[in-house]
């Protein structure tokens, strides 16, 4: 059986997240589709992540793939995480983990209207809501916030904000929708650090929009793009990723005929079986990545490249801070001052040459703000220690 230590597993990682010299992604399509799909929770992050992997990259390029070409699409799917896709890979998501929080999200919402004493019958209630907002949108090709919807919707409005506390009505339907595939997150209203879209329907957005993969080749589609991007992966970090059973996780593994290799610690991964070949380490490199990176929170199993630094770069509810990389390692985090320049803040010891490359990573980051700060919701420990 095929073994893969963990400096191979790096080396995986550098090259096909397009992180290492020499491996950097053309566009962002490309770098995208290479770790499967951006986290997108926070506004900043996939601009931050693009940032990391492409040469060039510009705000503007973004802006040009997600709401003029429409070549990456936001979509809520695993473990109810929005996320940015590949247009191509959305039918695999709608069909399997989308549809999985869609089922969650409208049960959830039929109990709660019911308790709350909005309605006798939830699901009549929750199902009379959902077609209101669809026909307020059907008449909006360019689509309408939140906000507007909710103007549009008066008896959605008082309910929205009942009681003062949790989250709005409207959000949870347009979230509901969302991951049902009905609607989606489009123009963004805001600048690139915050997000306000309008809301519209996916027919408006896309054209023509395809059927959602049945699930299990929902799950297949995912896991073969996902063992290309994070591979060698175990059964558990699959489990976790996808946010499903173990036994859709075992089924797709044996759909996309994945082949079982050991990795260092006694455990058992998971290859492609046209990816079995060796992956030579690449020059020494770092990488300055934001929160919730996709590389970061691309494994559940995360030892052999965190090392024992979880609990000073996540938070409690297990949410990645910034990461600071050397040669496939977290070694720190990075923060801003008042100013905006960005410094790493390590959590190790390196060499230093590997501080030269990270203050020179910083720098070139600090150079791309031009002033502006990012903040955060789910600061690290790290982050917070000294500021």
Same mark, same amino acid.
């Given at each position: 059986m095929r073994h893969v230590t963990d400096e191979e597993r790096r080396a995986r990682l550098a090259v096909r997240h397009g992180l290492a010299p020499g491996s950097r992604m053309p566009d962002p399509e490309t770098a995208t589709a290479a770790v499967t799909v951006l986290h997108s929770t926070e506004p900043a992050t996939p601009y931050l992540s693009l940032w990391a992997?492409?040469?060039g990259f510009a705000r503007a390029d973004l802006d040009r793939a997600l709401e003029t070409d429409r070549t990456l699409v936001k979509q809520l799917a695993m473990r109810r995480t929005l996320f940015v896709f590949p247009r191509d890979l959305l039918p695999a998501a709608w069909g399997s983990a989308s549809a999985r929080v869609a089922a969650t999200e409208r049960a959830r919402m039929v109990k709660d209207v019911v308790r709350e004493g909005h309605a006798e019958d939830g699901e009549t209630w929750v199902r009379a809501v959902r077609d209101e907002v669809l026909a307020l949108l059907a008449a909006r090709p360019d689509g309408l916030t939140a906000a507007e919807i909710r103007a549009g919707l008066p008896a959605l409005a008082a309910v929205a904000t009942a009681g003062g506390i949790g989250p709005t009505y409207t959000n949870r339907t347009l979230t509901g929708l969302g991951a049902d595939a009905r609607v989606v997150r489009g123009t963004n209203t805001q600048h690139w650090?915050?997000?306000?879209?309008?809301?519209t329907l996916m027919e408006h957005w896309l054209g023509e929009v395809p059927a959602p993969l049945p699930p299990a080749e929902g $799950?297949?589609?995912?896991?073969?793009r996902w063992l290309w991007s994070f591979g060698p992966g175990t059964e558990a970090d699959l489990v976790w990723w996808l946010g499903a059973t173990k @036994?859709?996780?075992r089924a797709a593994l044996a759909d996309v005929g994945a082949v079982e290799v050991t990795v260092d610690g006694g455990g058992t991964g998971w290859l492609l079986p046209?990816?079995?070949e060796p992956v030579a380490a690449p020059e020494d490199w770092v990488a300055m990545l934001p929160v919730l990176d996709a590389t970061v929170m691309g %494994?559940?199993?995360? @030892? %052999? $490249?965190l090392g024992p630094h979880a609990p000073l770069l996540f938070d409690r509810n297990g949410n990645a801070g910034t990461t600071a990389w050397?040669?496939?390692?977290?070694?720190g985090c990075w923060v801003q001052d008042a100013a905006g320049t960005v410094s790493a803040?390590?959590?190790?010891?390196?060499?230093?040459?590997a501080r030269a490359q990270l203050d020179a990573e910083a720098a070139r980051l600090t150079a791309w703000l031009a002033g502006e700060r990012v903040g955060t919701v789910y600061p690290s420990p790290a982050m917070r220690d000294g500021s």
């Open positions: 992997r492409v040469d650090r915050v997000s306000r879209p309008r809301w $799950y297949a589609a995912l896991v073969r @036994g859709a996780v046209d990816d079995l %494994w559940k199993e995360r @030892g %052999w $490249y050397w040669n496939g390692r977290v070694v803040r390590l959590v190790e010891d390196v060499p230093v040459a």
